[in-house]
């Protein structure tokens, strides 16, 4: 029995059956390189009667080449591939993909040559080299990676390596990492902590599922209570992965984790240098003990990797929407994460102050444990919530922080307490226009108005990263001077807080300006040095960071979020208003939050100012119960996109007209999307919402795959959508 089945890994083919030469051992799990044509190809060998695949007569196969040099991918893994490629309509190579890491962490051993600072320091120096030499201080990587680092090419640092100021180093790929002591500095636990983390630890030492929803009060300390899960996991020998939303969020974290266990755990995302990579992609094969990986942090892409014995999932901050990946395998990896939890026999704890409705749903159901803190720890307060009319207290022209704000940011000022003003909106204006003919900045790609960002003097477009300089003119008339800012973005209501105290010290925190582990570091340290007095950010400053002298929260404005008109508008909302709330008072000296607002009346804004979450939780799932809407029914969207506006038309009425027409299954659309133009391409939607009953997936397949289209034209499945753009 020599023939195998392959996932292979290229977007045109996916399954194909080969041959095993003489003397090659394969099991299922093994990767492989396969020959196709004149070329190589990646694969991964399944079990065949898992696939389906073309019936080629055994002389027709083609020997494969080579068996890489890794453990199999385990059964475990191979199910959640299947499952999660089935579940979200997408290819199976594309989702194994994720499993693996690079062509060289495949590979694996051997060293490499990096480079560093010698510490030489000439008298004269080019302003290139002086750069560099600022620019590299404490790198040491590859000269790629340093001149992207320093902004300058690699010749330049050739040449500096030529004249000693650079030097070689070599590097063990594989050198492994130093292990974490579960009990290096073990915190004493409040007694709902305890009885919490005396949970947690039972389950992880069960080695059986246990989905767990860990609903803790912001400031309770669901890291340190889950941080006893994962030094049992330590101790037993298991791997833990805990997933964080963004990266901007690892930094305080690294730093806890370290406190907590006397080293760094190992990160995995998506800016690693390529060595990093490779080294962490390793570890996590070969397993906890002998330097391998013991915990794992990431982003949402770690959930695929091929741990070699998964003891534990944590997805903190569980109910962020950035865990739903928007391109390519559309997956949702806080669920996911429970999914593989369960193949894996394995607790999984999903952690967060303002849950998900579906999270809370199955926790009533009874499917997820709900863990409660309810208190904050160590007897801290949850802060006073106030709601600041805007139609009653006007702010003046201009200016965007109302009154009463002001007065409670001048009594901090004077008491030398810290204020947070939230606005999530990202550089100075959402919309720039010609006050002489009213000509308005658009992005060319995008059906999108470009927002002017004054840190970097240019227009942005949020949705494709297009940037042009702000000009002096304007395009269409021609007078100078003429533009006018419209609304505000945090850069502006940082200029108005400098404004309004010109002695203050400001911190303006956006992905703009916070976007190294560098740059959030020095936040961090500064604002815990109370050598910032306003902080003035978006959603970035929302989680995780805890400021023992911050009392005041201003929103800025509570209205933005419910605007797009998505039926997670409220939700959102609520959650993220409660989040930033939740970093006031969290020390000794209570907190006050002010919530700027148009609509007083708004059900979600009312139930924040009454501090009621059980009231807003309770009117929203009786408003998606009515509406059919997740967690009560299903939606999946599909996303017609082409260069050609008739084509990606005529595409999505094709759809359209073939669409089933099914008792529990109700089609909407074809329309054009809210972002009818993203990136040059011309997007229609279509939105299924389906009963709990229906097979969505399989329905979903059967329609699309007789269809045909021109090569232009994609068609995108998105299972449990999030964005409705
Ligand atoms: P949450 O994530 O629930 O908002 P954190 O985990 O950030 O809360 O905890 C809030 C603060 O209280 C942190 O500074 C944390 O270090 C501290 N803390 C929580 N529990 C304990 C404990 N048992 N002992 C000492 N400090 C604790
Ligand atoms: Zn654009």
Same mark, same amino acid.
């Not at 904050?376 to 009653?392: M, T, V």
């Given at each position: 029995?020599?023939?195998?089945?392959?996932?292979?890994?290229?977007?045109?083919?996916?399954?194909?059956?080969?041959?095993?030469?003489?003397?090659?051992?394969?099991?299922?799990?093994?990767?492989?390189?396969?020959?196709?044509?004149?070329?190589?190809?990646?694969?991964?060998?399944?079990?065949?009667?898992?696939?389906?695949?073309?019936?080629?007569?055994?002389?027709?196969?083609?020997?494969?080449?080579?068996?890489?040099?890794?453990?199999?991918?385990?059964?475990?893994?191979?199910?959640?591939?299947?499952?999660?490629?089935?579940?979200?309509?997408?290819?199976?190579?594309?989702?194994?993909?994720?499993?693996?890491?690079?062509?060289?962490?495949?590979?694996?051993?051997?060293?490499?040559?990096?480079?560093?600072?010698?510490?030489?320091?000439?008298?004269?120096?080019?302003?290139?080299?002086?750069?560099?030499?600022?620019?590299?201080?404490?790198?040491?990587?590859?000269?790629?990676?340093?001149?992207?680092?320093?902004?300058?090419?690699?010749?330049?640092?050739?040449?500096?390596?030529?004249?000693?100021?650079?030097?070689?180093?070599?590097?063990?790929?594989?050198?492994?990492?130093?292990?974490?002591?579960?009990?290096?500095?073990?915190?004493?636990?409040?007694?709902?902590?305890?009885?919490?983390?005396?949970?947690?630890?039972?389950?992880?030492?069960?080695?059986?599922?246990?989905?767990?929803?860990?609903?803790?009060?912001?400031?309770?300390?669901?890291?340190?209570?889950?941080?006893?899960? &994962?030094?049992?996991?330590?101790?037993?020998?298991?791997?833990?992965?805990?997933?964080?939303?963004?990266?901007?969020?690892?930094?305080?974290?690294?730093?806890?984790?370290?406190?907590?266990?006397?080293?760094?755990?190992?990160?995995?995302?998506?800016?690693?240098?390529?060595?990093?990579?490779?080294?962490?992609?390793?570890?996590?094969?070969?397993?906890?003990?002998?330097?391998?990986?013991?915990?794992?942090?990431?982003?949402?892409?770690?959930?695929?990797?091929?741990?070699?014995?998964?003891?534990?999932?944590?997805?903190?901050?569980?109910?962020?929407?950035?865990?739903?990946?928007?391109?390519?395998?559309?997956?949702?990896?806080?669920?996911?994460?429970?999914?593989?939890?369960?193949?894996?026999?394995?607790? &999984?704890?999903?952690?967060?102050?303002?849950?998900?409705?579906?999270?809370?749903?199955?926790?009533?159901?009874?499917?997820?444990?709900?863990?409660?803190?309810?208190?904050?720890?160590?007897?801290?307060?949850?802060?006073?919530?106030?709601?600041?009319?805007?139609?009653?207290?006007?702010?003046?022209?201009?200016?965007?922080?109302?009154?009463?704000?002001?007065?409670?940011?001048?009594?901090?000022?004077?008491?030398?307490?810290?204020?947070?003003?939230?606005?999530?909106?990202?550089?100075?204006?959402?919309?720039?226009?010609?006050?002489?003919?009213?000509?308005?900045?658009?992005?060319?790609?995008?059906?999108?108005?470009?927002?002017?960002?004054?840190?970097?003097?240019?227009?942005?477009?949020?949705?494709?990263?297009?940037?042009?300089?702000?000009?002096?003119?304007?395009?269409?008339?021609?007078?100078?001077?003429?533009?006018?800012?419209?609304?505000?973005?945090?850069?502006?209501?940082?200029?108005?807080?400098?404004?309004?105290?010109?002695?203050?010290?400001?911190?303006?925190?956006?992905?703009?300006?916070?976007?190294?582990?560098?740059?959030?570091?020095?936040?961090?340290?500064?604002?815990?040095?109370?050598?910032?007095?306003?902080?003035?950010?978006?959603?970035?400053?929302?989680?995780?960071?805890?400021?023992?002298?911050?009392?005041?929260?201003?929103?800025?404005?509570?209205?933005?979020?419910?605007?797009?008109?998505?039926?997670?508008?409220?939700?959102?909302?609520?959650?993220?208003?409660?989040?930033?709330?939740?970093?006031?008072?969290?020390?000794?000296?209570?907190?006050?939050?002010?919530?700027?607002?148009?609509?007083?009346?708004?059900?979600?804004?009312?139930?924040?100012?009454?501090?009621?979450?059980?009231?807003?939780?309770?009117?929203?799932?009786?408003?998606?119960?009515?509406?059919?809407?997740?967690?009560?029914?299903?939606?999946?969207?599909?996303?017609?996109?082409?260069?050609?506006?008739?084509?990606?038309?005529?595409?999505?009425?094709?759809?359209?007209?073939?669409?089933?027409?099914?008792?529990?299954?109700?089609?909407?659309?074809?329309?054009?999307?809210?972002?009818?133009?993203?990136?040059?391409?011309?997007?229609?939607?279509?939105?299924?919402?389906?009963?709990?009953?229906?097979?969505?997936?399989?329905?979903?397949?059967?329609?699309?795959?007789?269809?045909?289209?021109?090569?232009?034209?994609?068609?995108?499945?998105?299972?449990?959508?999030?964005?409705?753009?």
């Amino acid at each position: 029995m020599n023939r195998v089945r392959l996932i292979v890994f290229n977007a045109a083919l996916g399954i194909l059956d080969y041959r095993v030469p003489e003397g090659m051992q394969v099991e299922p799990g093994s990767v492989v390189i396969a020959p196709l044509g004149p070329r190589q190809v990646l694969g991964i060998v399944w079990e065949p009667e898992r696939l389906e695949a073309q019936d080629v007569p055994a002389e027709k196969l083609r020997g494969l080449l080579e068996a890489l040099p890794v453990p199999p991918l385990k059964s475990e893994l191979r199910r959640l591939i299947e499952w999660t490629a089935d579940y979200y309509c997408a290819s199976l190579s594309s989702v194994a993909r994720m499993a693996l890491g690079s062509m060289a962490a495949l590979r694996g051993g051997g060293t490499t040559t990096e480079y560093r600072l010698t510490g030489l320091e000439p008298s004269r120096l080019t302003p290139q080299r002086a750069a560099a030499m600022d620019a590299l201080q404490h790198e040491q990587a590859s000269i790629r990676e340093l001149a992207e680092l320093a902004s300058v090419s690699e010749g330049v640092l050739r040449g500096m390596v030529g004249a000693g100021l650079l030097e070689p180093v070599t590097v063990d790929l594989d050198r492994p990492y130093p292990a974490a002591n579960p009990n290096h500095n073990a915190p004493a636990l409040s007694d709902d902590q305890r009885r919490a983390a005396d949970t947690f630890v039972e389950a992880v030492n069960a080695d059986a599922f246990a989905p767990f929803l860990l609903d803790g009060v912001t400031g309770s300390g669901k890291t340190e209570t889950y941080f006893e899960a &994962v030094a049992a996991a330590i101790a037993a020998n298991k791997q833990v992965l805990v997933l964080l939303p963004e990266i901007a969020l690892t930094e305080n974290f690294l730093r806890r984790f370290e406190d907590r266990f006397g080293v760094a755990p190992i990160q995995w995302h998506s800016s690693l240098k390529s060595s990093e990579r490779r080294r962490a992609w390793r570890a996590i094969v070969k397993g906890p003990a002998n330097g391998g990986a013991q915990v794992v942090v990431g982003a949402r892409s770690a959930l695929f990797l091929p741990y070699a014995r998964l003891g534990l999932i944590i997805v903190d901050e569980a109910h962020e929407v950035s865990f739903k990946q928007d391109e390519g395998v559309r997956y949702n990896a806080r669920d996911v994460a429970v999914i593989r939890a369960r193949f894996e026999k394995a607790p &999984v704890i999903l952690a967060s102050a303002t849950p998900a409705l579906e999270s809370m749903q199955l926790a009533e159901a009874g499917i997820y444990r709900k863990i409660e803190l309810p208190a904050r720890f160590g007897g801290a307060q949850l802060p006073d919530i106030q709601i600041l009319d805007l139609r009653k207290d006007v702010p003046d022209r201009g200016r965007w922080i109302a009154g009463p704000l002001v007065e409670q940011m001048k009594l901090r000022l004077e008491r030398g307490e810290q204020s947070l003003l939230f606005l999530n909106r990202r550089g100075y204006a959402p919309l720039t226009l010609c006050r002489n003919c009213g000509h308005r900045f658009q992005c060319k790609h995008c059906t999108a108005w470009l927002v002017e960002h004054r840190f970097s003097r240019r227009l942005a477009c949020h949705h494709c990263g297009h940037e042009e300089p702000v000009p002096e003119a304007c395009p269409e008339c021609g007078a100078n001077d003429c533009l006018v800012a419209c609304g505000p973005g945090v850069e502006r209501i940082a200029d108005e807080v400098a404004e309004l105290f010109p002695e203050a010290r400001v911190a303006l925190v956006t992905s703009d300006t916070m976007n190294t582990p560098e740059a959030i570091a020095e936040f961090v340290e500064k604002a815990e040095g109370k050598a910032i007095d306003v902080i003035v950010g978006t959603q970035l400053v929302t989680k995780g960071y805890h400021f023992p002298d911050l009392t005041l929260v201003g929103v800025i404005d509570a209205d933005l979020g419910l605007e797009g008109g998505d039926l997670r508008a409220a939700e959102r909302t609520y959650q993220q208003v409660a989040q930033v709330a939740g970093r006031a008072g969290r020390g000794e000296k209570p907190g006050e939050v002010l919530i700027q607002t148009r609509h007083p009346e708004a059900p979600v804004i009312a139930a924040l100012a009454a501090g009621d979450r059980d009231a807003f939780y309770t009117a929203e799932t009786e408003a998606r119960r009515d509406a059919g809407a997740p967690p009560f029914g299903r939606w999946a969207a599909i996303i017609v996109s082409s260069e050609d506006l008739a084509e990606a038309r005529d595409a999505a009425r094709a759809i359209g007209g073939t669409a089933p027409d099914l008792p529990d299954m109700l089609v909407l659309g074809p329309a054009p999307a809210p972002l009818s133009l993203l990136r040059g391409r011309h997007r229609f939607r279509l939105l299924i919402n389906a009963r709990r009953s229906a097979e969505l997936q399989k329905i979903v397949r059967a329609w699309l795959s007789p269809l045909q289209f021109p090569r232009g034209v994609r068609v995108h499945v998105d299972v449990d959508p999030y964005s409705f753009v």
